[in-house]
Each structure stands twice: as C-alpha cells, then as structure tokens.
C-alpha cells in the first residue's frame, strides 16, 4: 500500500485548496485547489479552471484570476498543458512561461521560481520533486497515460535531461477517482497489463472489476525505483463537494487546478 500523506487545507480568499504536509514537501510551493469559491454555474460550478469543457468563458477568466490570487503567482510566471492522455513529457524552462503546451501530459522544469499546473477530473495528479537540485513535475496519469508509459517518460526526462536519477525523486499523488468508483473494463485491464504485469490493483465489486488507480501508479512509481511515495488517499467521485468527477457527473463537469513551483 502507498502510504497515506498529511495534508492541510488553506484558505485564501473565497478560494480552498490543499497541500502536503510531509517532508520535503512542506518545503515546495504546491497545491490543490477545490472545485469551491469559483463562480461557475451547474454543472462546472465553482472553481472550474477549464475552458474546453463548455463553460461560459467570462466565468472561466474569472475563475483563473482568484485561483492566481490565491496561490500568489501570474499567469505569466506559469506553464501548463493541453493535455490528451498520452505520454509526452515536455522539459521546460523559462522561455515556456505563459505558455500552453499542445499534446502534453507531463511537465518538468529545474527552472527556479517556475510554476506548473494542470487541470484534472478522476485522472491522478502525480507530483514529482528532487529536492536537492532542485527540480520539480507534474503528470495527468489516467489508464491510458498509464498504459502509455508516461511515468517512464517522465523518469527518462527527469534522468537524461536534468541527470536526477529515479532514487532521488519524490512522488506525491492528488486527488482522484479510487477503486471504490472505478469500475472498469476488460479493455482496460487488457491494455494495462504488459506495463503493469499481475499487480495491478483490481478488486471484485457486485460483480464489476474495479481498478485502483492510485494504487497502481504509486506501485508502478515504485517499481520504477522511486522510493518515495505518498498519496492524498482522496476519491473525486466520493468527494463532489470538493472535487470534479468526470465517472461521476457523467462527463459533464468542470477540472480543478493542480499546481508545483520550483522553490
Ligand atoms: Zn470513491
């Protein structure tokens, strides 16, 4: 089992978000933020950070300037990505800031200051940090990611662009949707199983296969020689009074932000 981390939540204005607690990272600068103090209307209400999702636009804007606020930093100190579940992972730096990376699942920069965020409804937020470089990332891991590779991809980035190597990273996963609700497929286990092998987390629910997401990118994370692991222990589909649930609300439903600064 990946261990369960301490987190605490901060608010900032109408805006909640989250963070860990754990060493080392209190000592980076990152976050959660909650679906709550937004001012999107049903069914992308409040803090919906997506504009690809249907939304009004003007709420969008407006949803983008608190979530900046409260997390102290401008949309021009941030680099984020249109994200389409593969396994590209994009090493930026300075020069990226503002921008939008087309066809990208994974971010990593060792750029001081550098903030990187992402939008996420079920798929798992995964956070990588080497502290003592430093240098951080951050992944949207679905089953498709998953099966895709982008977690090798990224300890590939990590190791030949910035020479930090597997052993000295740290992983923390967010919110997202957990065994309890992922009921799933025999494509989905079909397609997993040459990445993974026999340990992916699958439990019997009235007679559905339902993968543990969390569980198996943690475990893979692991297996890939990441040493340290830590999880929220967070189900978006359990929790929609603070998260988006994409299972849940039948697809139509808003993207909370995920953000990692380099310290
Ligand atoms: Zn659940």
Redesign the pocket.
């Known amino acids: 089992m990946i261990a369960p981390a301490h987190w605490e939540a901060v608010q900032k204005g109408p805006v909640i978000f989250y963070h860990f607690q754990d060493p080392p990272w209190s000592d980076i600068p990152h976050g959660f933020l909650t679906r709550k103090g937004g001012v999107s209307a049903p069914p992308f209400a409040a803090l919906n950070l997506s504009h690809s999702v249907g939304d009004d636009p003007a709420a969008v804007a407006e949803n983008l300037r608190r979530a900046f606020t409260a997390i102290g930093l401008g949309a021009e100190e941030i680099v984020t990505a249109w994200l389409i579940h593969g396994n590209r992972v994009a090493l930026v730096d300075t020069h990226h800031r503002g921008q939008i990376l087309e066809g990208t699942d994974g971010l990593i920069t060792a750029e001081r200051g550098l903030a990187l965020l992402m939008r996420f409804a079920d798929c798992i937020p995964v956070l990588l940090a080497d502290p003592a470089l430093p240098a951080v990332g951050i992944l949207h891991v679905g089953w498709r990611g998953l099966a895709a590779g982008i977690l090798e991809a990224a300890l590939e980035t990590f190791e030949r662009g910035l020479g930090c190597r597997p052993s000295a990273l740290h992983a923390a996963l967010g919110p997202g949707?957990?065994?309890?609700?992922?009921a799933v497929g025999l494509e989905v286990i079909e397609t997993l199983r040459p990445r993974i092998g026999k340990a992916l987390p699958l439990r019997r629910i009235n007679g559905a296969w339902h993968l543990d997401l969390p569980e198996a990118v943690g475990l893979h994370l692991r297996h890939l020689g990441v040493p340290s692991v830590i999880t929220a222990g967070v189900?978006?589909?359990?929790?929609l009074e603070d998260w988006y649930s994409h299972r849940?609300e039948h697809g139509r439903t808003g993207r909370f932000g995920t953000w990692i600064r380099n310290p």
């Open positions: 949707i957990g065994g309890c609700c992922y189900c978006t589909a359990c929790h849940a």
